[in-house]
């Protein structure tokens, strides 16, 4: 069964880091794509970035480019989303995905003085 | 950037009827890439279907998924009362990977 637990979210104020984690199980973690999904309150399902299995391709959504930086660490089944310079409008629910299956419960991040 | 537009915004039925979900693509899914997840109040998205047509573990056989290239569909065949929730079809095709807006399905 796939697995994902995501933590390290919280209250930050705007211009502050977070480190998000996300520890995976139940599936052969370096052998799939990973995703960062988030979801604003009461809003939709934004994807936010997404790593290869050997780390070799990265992509982002464009409100994150610059700030944002995803990385896996396959020898302890890890992903990461390292969240820089953050904004208010990037309070969310974190969600860590793999694609076509199951999903985390979320980590929240809130942005606010 | 593929766009995926869900129809309708809302749809409002009873339990027992037939619930019928579009989600159209601006351009191919690669593979048929084509997953949908419901949601509820306060709750993680759940993945119903994935590859267009396959049922996630565990799904009822009431759900089902049929489509490919641009134009996909969610059929719920019977509404069950723990039904009535958004439901949101995502691609995974290619990068930057994409949601639609979502549709609710409310109790008329």
């Known amino acids: 069964e796939v697995r994902l637990v995501e933590s390290g979210g919280g209250l930050v104020q705007p211009g502050g880091s977070l480190r998000l984690s996300c520890a995976a199980s139940g599936f052969t973690f370096s052998s799939y794509w990973m995703n960062w999904v988030r979801q604003a309150p009461g809003k939709g399902l934004e994807w936010v970035a997404n790593?290869?299995?050997?780390?070799?391709?990265?992509y982002y959504v464009d409100s994150v480019k610059g700030r944002f930086t995803i990385s896996r660490d396959n020898a302890k089944n890890s992903l990461f989303l390292q969240m820089n310079s953050l904004r208010p409008e990037d309070t969310a629910v974190y969600y860590c995905?793999?694609?076509?299956?199951?999903w985390g419960q979320g980590t929240l991040v809130t942005v606010s003085s | 950037e593929i766009v995926l537009t869900q129809s309708p915004g809302t749809l409002s039925l009873s339990p027992g009827e037939r619930a019928t979900l579009s989600c159209r693509a601006s351009q191919s899914v690669n593979g048929n890439y084509l997953a949908w997840f419901q949601q509820k109040p306060g709750q993680a998205p759940r993945l119903l279907i994935y590859?267009?047509?396959s049922r996630a573990t565990g799904i009822p056989d009431r759900f089902s998924g049929s489509g490919s290239g641009t134009d996909f569909t969610l059929t719920i065949s019977r509404l069950e009362p723990e039904d009535f929730a958004v439901y949101y079809c995502?691609?995974?095709?290619?990068?930057?990977?994409?949601f639609g807006q979502g549709t609710k399905v409310e109790i008329k």
């Open positions: 995905a793999r694609p076509g299956a199951s």
């Open positions: 995502q691609q995974y095709g290619s990068s930057p990977q994409t």
């Open positions: 590859g267009a047509s």
């Open positions: 790593i290869k299995p050997d780390g070799s391709e990265i």
